[in-house]
Structure formats: C-alpha cells, structure tokens
C-alpha cells in the first residue's frame, strides 16, 4: 500500500509535531526552573525563583513552586496578600517583561540600567529607566518590588 502526495505531507506533519512536542517535553524537564516558570502576577504556574515573592506567612492551596499562586485574573484587582511582587533588584529580563506594560524591550532596558546604576530603591526610581514613564510605573506597580 502507498500513500498519495497528500497524505504523505499529512504524515510528515504529524511527525512533525510529535518531534516539536517531544523537544518542548525535554527543555522542560532539563530546565525546570527557567524564566517561563516564573509564577507571573496574574495567576500563570511557574517553579521557585528567588525574584519572586508571595506575601504571607506560607504557601496557600494552588501554590506552586513554594510560591503563593496569584488569586488574580488579568485586569482585575485583589488584596495585596494574594498577588506575588516580582522584585526589581533581583528578577531577570524574563521575570521582568511579566510585568504588565513592561515587554522584552523595556525588561532589557531596566536589567542593563540595575547593571549599570545598580538598586532601585523606590518603585519610582524605574522611572530614571529609558522609555519607561510614570505610567508604565503605575501599571507595574501593583507586582513588582525593591526588596
């Protein structure tokens, strides 16, 4: 039995997918703690990292990694004792670009600045950081920290 063209690009492109799905399935297991296992402020399951901090005494039911799990849905507003603070003296340029209105770019632009001027001291010093403005801050404000 022989396959006709079509169904031999289907077959390719199942095993294709199977061979992505398999890569995806080893980097994750031989990187269990890398930057997209960060728990995120708005509730995304990630591993432990010392950036990333839950307020309160301990874990919580959904905890994850040894973090609080945030009880907070994008766009919506909960007590500061559910949300994790991602610290900006600490957190890499992956942990950083978490950060609502904070992307890759201005994530770079904050490490190189720590890098270069070191602490913040305030959460309003992130301000002195190239294309960052009081409005980014105020966004950004609500997860992030200078511990």
């Known amino acids: 039995m022989s396959f006709n063209r079509q169904e031999r690009l289907v077959v390719l492109s199942l095993v294709g997918i199977v061979l992505v799905g398999s890569g995806v399935l080893i980097v ?3 990187a269990p703690n890398a930057a997209t296992d960060v728990v995120a402020p708005w509730g995304e399951a990630g591993g432990a990292d010392s950036s990333v901090t839950g307020p309160g005494p301990g874990p919580t039911p959904g905890a994850v990694g040894g ?9 919506t507003d909960a007590p500061a004792a559910t949300r994790a603070k991602i610290n900006l003296n600490t957190a890499s340029a992956a ?3 978490l950060l609502p209105g904070i992307g890759p770019k201005r994530a770079a632009a904050i490490v190189e600045y720590r890098a270069r001027f ?4 305030s959460l309003e010093d992130l301000e002195r ?3 960052i403005g009081p409005g980014v801050v105020e966004r950004a404000a609500p997860w992030a920290s200078v511990e």
């Open 28 to 30: 994750k297991r031989t």
């Open 67 to 75: 973090h609080e799990r945030a009880g907070v849905e994008s766009g």
């Open 95 to 97: 942990e950083l670009s």
């Open 118 to 121: 070191g602490r913040f001291n």
């Open 129 to 131: 950081v190239s294309g």
